[in-house]
């Protein structure tokens, strides 16, 4: 393999202004006036307050998964549960035992850190803590009120075959199952 060298400093980027456009219930959507390689540019940049997600592990081994409607696809999804924050700051492992128990009407008293994420680096700043369920405790679902949300067991052979078939694209969900299939010597 061969190792390619850097030549030289990568020019440095500047932000020269950013203005808010958009505030929503999740995320806030400002416009960038950076210059750079000497060049004035608009960049549009996505703020969001960060999210946590869990791979829950049945007694049985099964990977508990959500499955639910997602309007920017316009179809469902099947996912690990996850959810943002409640405010910024909130401890993510924090957040990770409430959406277990909300989405799938199972708790955990001993989250494991599984791995951490950036979602989409191009234009946004989500950044989403990953945590391991094992040991899981029934409770029952606490859904959103717009939330309709189907609770699923899947062997992870047949969740990493949806992935490397294009059938499970949300990106969270496929590192957390490759990274959970790793870490368990799968």
Known sequence: MEKLTNTG?????IRKNRQLKYTGTILKIYEDTVIA???????????HDGAAAVVAVA??????????YRN??????????????????????ECAARELEEETGYRCENLEYLMS??????????HIDIYL??????????LDEDEVIQVEAWELE??????FT???TDAKTSAAILAYARKCGR
């Open 117 to 126: 994420m950036n979602t989409t680096v191009a234009f946004c700043d989500e």
């Open 133 to 142: 369920a094992r040991n899981l405790i029934p409770s029952r679902q606490r």
């Open 72 to 93: 920017a696809l316009d179809r469902e999804t099947l996912e690990i549960p996850a959810g943002k924050l409640d405010e910024p700051g909130e401890p993510t492992m």
């Open 37 to 47: 390689n000497g060049h004035e540019a608009r960049w549009d940049y996505i703020h």
């Open 59 to 68: 007694d049985d081994g099964k990977l508990l998964m959500v499955r639910q």
């Open 166 to 168: 294009g059938k499970i």
């Open 158 to 163: 047949d969740l990493m075959e949806l992935i």
């Open 9 to 13: 400093a990568v020019p440095p980027v």
